[in-house]
């Protein structure tokens, strides 16, 4: 090797080094937060892998483990409850209870290092006892089968948010996952329905999430509830042009709504390169996963989500993965534009078929998001607003405005 050749490999592990490491001073700012992610799809391994989430397993390639957690000092993570509109069509309720019972036996099984948490009370406490708090949320309206009683039922069992819609428009909610396609019943934004369901949450002081729904959906919300509200997994459309992301209007109106967007770390919705070439092969993507779940239906076997998830990661990896910078400068946008009051993180992991940006492998690697913060400037006490004290100050807004609404409904209706 000639000397030149020699310098420029040094420089370039060093650059890598660097790109990897972790300071001591972001490690401390990283170590004294109580740090919130508010969407996984772990439950989808749960249920359906029968994965344990105590798993030690070095070659386990999902991005949620108690190790993982507690090496990324992750405090709270809000598992995502979603019963898939293919393939547990006509017992939506159902899948949906099957998928909170999956979150309850993982806690059951591990009680000295997870507990099931339900409010911000129960976040703090466990971040005291060492232990992962454990929420839920529904992802999608679709879940509660146009029934109030339902949802108040999925309440009662600890779940904390419902995004309106996933990516399928329902009954009272249009999506952004199928707006343009005329074949699909629109409603305009949320039907009268959907608006007593955002109040039915905001009394009952379950968050309102608007992400996935349609933009004429998540204006109609902001108009409508009386809580801040949150985009559990969400980032910027003005950077990425995907129509799940958030325009600068929408990320405004949070902030003069209270509320928080949490940043989704899906390589399709942070780097528009890769949105790009996702877009491009999306049709033979879609025509895989079909063609595979035809032959497991031909078979006689079930068919889960995971059944997909395989494909799907397939053809993910044949995208180069964009940098972390891309993430960050998601992250940052927000913060700009909606203020840094309203910006956290809502990873989607185990969600997007291993696409997540270089040097995010796992909940281990969070501690990587907490230095290239601070390389861009931000404080300590900014990253610790980003790392969950945000999503501390909303879910704590939405506790009391419940009481508040049910102080009320006492007073006008017990006397
Ligand atoms: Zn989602």
Do not use: C
């Amino acid at each position: 090797m000639n000397p030149s050749r020699f310098l420029l490999s040094i420089l370039l592990l060093s650059s890598f080094l660097a790109a990897q490491a972790v300071s001591p001073r972001a490690r401390a700012i990283h170590d004294s937060a109580i740090i919130v992610d508010t969407h996984a799809d772990t439950p989808q391994r749960f249920l359906y892998e029968n994965f344990d989430i105590g798993t030690t397993d070095p070659k386990d390639i999902g991005h949620i483990s108690l190790d993982k957690a507690r090496a990324g000092n992750l405090g709270a993570e809000f598992f995502s409850i979603w019963a898939d509109p293919e393939t547990t069509r006509g017992h939506f309720a159902k899948s949906t209870f099957d998928m909170i019972d999956s979150v309850y036996e993982q806690a059951a099984r591990h009680p000295d290092r997870i507990m099931m948490a339900f409010s911000v009370a129960d976040i703090e406490r466990a971040h005291k006892e060492k232990k992962l708090a454990a929420l839920m949320g529904i992802e999608g309206g679709h879940s509660i089968e146009n029934d109030i009683h339902l949802l108040r039922d999925f309440y009662r069992l600890g779940v904390r948010y419902m995004t309106l819609s996933w990516s399928n428009t329902n009954e009272w909610a249009d999506s952004s996952g199928d707006i343009d396609k005329p074949e699909v019943e629109h409603h305009n934004g949320l039907t009268d329905f959907g608006k007593q369901v955002v109040l039915e949450m905001n009394r009952m002081g379950m968050m309102v999430d608007i992400s996935h729904v349609a933009d004429k959906t998540f204006f109609d919300a902001i108009a409508t509830t009386k809580a801040p509200v949150i985009a559990s997994h969400s980032s910027a459309r003005a950077l990425t042009n995907h129509a799940r992301n958030m325009t600068d209007d929408m990320l405004r109106a949070v902030a003069k709504n209270g509320g928080v967007v949490q940043t989704n770390f899906y390589d399709a919705f942070i780097d528009e390169n890769y949105r790009k070439a996702s877009e491009a092969q999306k049709k033979d993507a879609e025509d895989a996963v079909q063609a595979h779940i035809a032959e497991l239906n031909a078979a006689g076997k079930p068919v889960t989500y995971l059944d997909k998830d395989r494909i799907e990661r397939e053809w993910a990896a044949k995208i180069p993965r964009p940098p972390l910078k891309s993430l960050i400068d998601h992250i940052d946008h927000i913060a700009k534009v909606a203020g840094i009051d309203h910006v956290g993180l809502g990873s989607d992991f185990d969600g997007v078929s291993g696409a997540t940006p270089e040097g995010i492998d796992s909940a281990a690697d969070l501690p990587k998001i907490t230095q290239a913060l601070l390389d861009r400037g931000y404080s300590a006490e900014d990253i610790h607003k980003i790392l969950g004290g945000n999503l501390l100050r909303v879910f704590g807004e939405v506790e009391r405005v419940s009481r508040g609404m049910q102080a009320e409904s006492q007073r006008t209706t017990g006397q």
